[in-house]
């Protein structure tokens, strides 16, 4: 199947900047989309940027003029380039995938394990 693995989590100053990094692997046949979603502390995982084939880039409102999603369709890979960072960015942000691993096989969603971005004030 698909795996997901994300690194450049950390902790950073409010202003600072951090790229996050996402490869798949595993038996791959197509990933129709891939994208980041984050879940704070109480709250629940909501997506913060995402591409996919045929549609425009989604972004959350809270991640537009401050993130960019972009795509290694060569590498699989989906980065995440996150600017401008505030406190309340502080979550874990997981990568997202829709996947196929046969060409006779339907899509899955697949998600990483996470990596903590923490933003002090």
């Known amino acids: 199947q698909v795996q997901l693995v994300e690194s450049g989590g950390g902790l950073v100053q409010a202003g600072g900047s951090l790229r996050l990094s996402c490869a798949a692997s595993g038996t791959i046949f197509s990933i129709p989309a891939m994208g980041w979603y984050r879940q704070a502390p109480g709250k629940e995982r909501e997506v913060v940027a995402t591409m996919s084939d045929g549609v425009p880039t989604n972004y959350a409102d809270s991640a537009k003029g401050r993130f960019t999603i972009s795509r290694d369709r060569a590498k699989n890979r989906v980065y995440l380039e996150m600017n401008s960072l505030k406190p309340v960015d502080t979550a874990v942000y997981y990568c997202?995938?829709?996947?196929?691993?046969?060409?006779?096989?339907?899509?899955?969603?697949?998600w990483g394990h996470g990596t903590q971005v923490t933003v002090s004030s």
């Open positions: 997202y995938a829709r996947a196929s691993a046969y060409y006779n096989r339907p899509s899955r969603d697949y």
